[in-house]
């Protein structure tokens, strides 16, 4: 079956240091998000890709970046992590070129920053 | 900027209630709208996708149904079993975009 795959599920750093998050996906879309989820702030987009060497920011970009190299991969990088990224990050995809397709998502990371 | 809401933030029902969690969007320009089922320490499972242009639609025990014009979805459902105690969150797909805008979600417990 194909599925949204995350590594790893559970990371702490320091602040300061670089940190990148997987997300690898099969079910061959063009379309793959990272979400981030927190306690009254309910899931914000970071960035998402429309397709390789695509990528585009959302409302909470400040702080990642994204690079898209292949179908299966978007790897998300905190370049400097600070303990405000103390989240839950959500990876997810959709098929290309339809308003209307259903979105999916991966097991989550959850990352805290010390 | 389409803001999504849901009410209640948390519900709590015995075994057997029928019940309704509601959602509320801003902009009634959209393609569609998702619920999603999160389980503590979980992923999102997508429970149902009704398009903008469908009224309702059923899996199993659940129904949600979608009135674009007034802004607004309820998910519906019945004969609740414990098994059923999650967070429900309603998401939407604005026209032009293909990420998604969440509410903040209920959370369910349904007691024995």
Redesign the interface.
Known sequence: DAEITQSPRHKITETGRQVTLACHQTWNHN?M?W?RQDL??????IH?S?GVHDTNK?EVSDGYSVSRSNTEDLPLTLESAASSQTSVY?C?S?ESGS??S???????T?LTVL | KQE?TQIPAALSVPEGENLVLNCSFTDSAI??L?W?RQDP??????LL?I?SSQREQTSGRLNASLDKSSGRSTLYIAASQPGDSATY?C?V?D??????T????TRLQVQP
Do not use: D, I, M, W
């Open positions: 379309n998000f979400y009254g702030h309910g899931l914000r987009l998402y429309y959302g959500f997810a959709s308003g209307y259903e979105q999916f998502f991966g097991p989550g959850r | 999504v393609y569609n998702q999603f320490g979980k992923g999102l499972t997508s996708l398009q969150l998401a797909k026209t032009g975009r293909r990420a998604l969440f509410g903040s979600g």
